[in-house]
């Protein structure tokens, strides 16, 4: 498959550990978060989101973390498994506006 | 399948000839977004609809592109004279609400342009 970015960071975890991808957010005014995951070839696949009102908000093995104070915000997945390997994306919107996106993180989860 | 579907999934052109995408919202999603991927990088707003009004346009988006939402449900993007440097991935996105906070966007799988 067609790789979605050849120089990004690279975080490698075991199977079966937990992992935590990073995101330094640049609009203090920013008020809503989302995390995407996005394969090869495809394109980005919703995760978990959360507004500025709240500093912590769980899924389905994921949990995403809110650090208005840093302009930080984390994104921790549970038993990592092969499938979850992708590259991460964090993306913040200001009132409705356009998202921007950060960077990327590669996740890479080694049998 | 009642996801963002996007076509063609791959176009491949040469250097000076006109291309067009289209995008097919989830239906009754009202605003519709236009991103350029390239490797290594996160999408790139290039374009927004609210309905099949144009809101707003990226400085990214040269007088060379043009996008389209007549009737507030699909939408085209069209780059004439293409350059390499157009080279990347496309992806169209689509929310449901028009305004005040943000709401979550879901994408298409995009469509990858290749300029020879």
């Known amino acids: 498959g067609e790789s979605v970015g050849l120089h990004l960071p690279t975080l490698s975890v075991q199977e079966g550990d937990n992992s935590i991808i990073n995101c330094a957010y640049s609009?203090?005014?920013?008020?809503?978060f989302i995390w995407y995951k996005q394969e090869s070839g495809k394109g980005p696949q919703f995760i978990i989101d959360i507004r500025s009102n709240m500093d912590k908000r769980q899924g389905q093995r994921v949990t995403v973390l809110l650090n208005k104070t840093v302009k930080h915000l984390s994104l921790q997945i549970a038993a990592t498994q092969p499938g979850d390997s992708a590259v991460y994306f964090c993306a913040e919107n200001y009132y409705g506006q356009n998202f921007v996106f950060g960077p990327g993180t590669r996740l890479s989860v080694l049998p | 399948d009642t996801g963002v579907s996007q076509n063609p999934r791959h176009k491949i052109t040469k250097r000076g000839q006109n291309v067009t995408f289209r995008c097919d919202p989830i239906?009754?999603?009202?605003?519709l977004y236009w991103y350029r991927q390239t490797l290594g990088q996160g999408p790139e707003f290039l374009t927004y609809f609210q309905n099949e009004a144009q809101l707003e346009k990226s400085r990214l988006l040269s007088d060379r592109f043009s996008a389209e939402r007549p009737k507030g449900s699909f939408s085209t993007l069209e780059i004439q004279r293409t350059e390499q440097g157009d080279s990347a991935m496309y992806l169209c996105a689509s929310s449901p609400r028009g305004s005040g906070s943000g709401d979550t966007q879901y994408f298409g799988p995009g469509t990858r342009l290749t300029v020879l």
């Open positions: 609009n203090s005014a920013s008020d809503y």
């Open positions: 239906s009754e999603h009202n605003r």
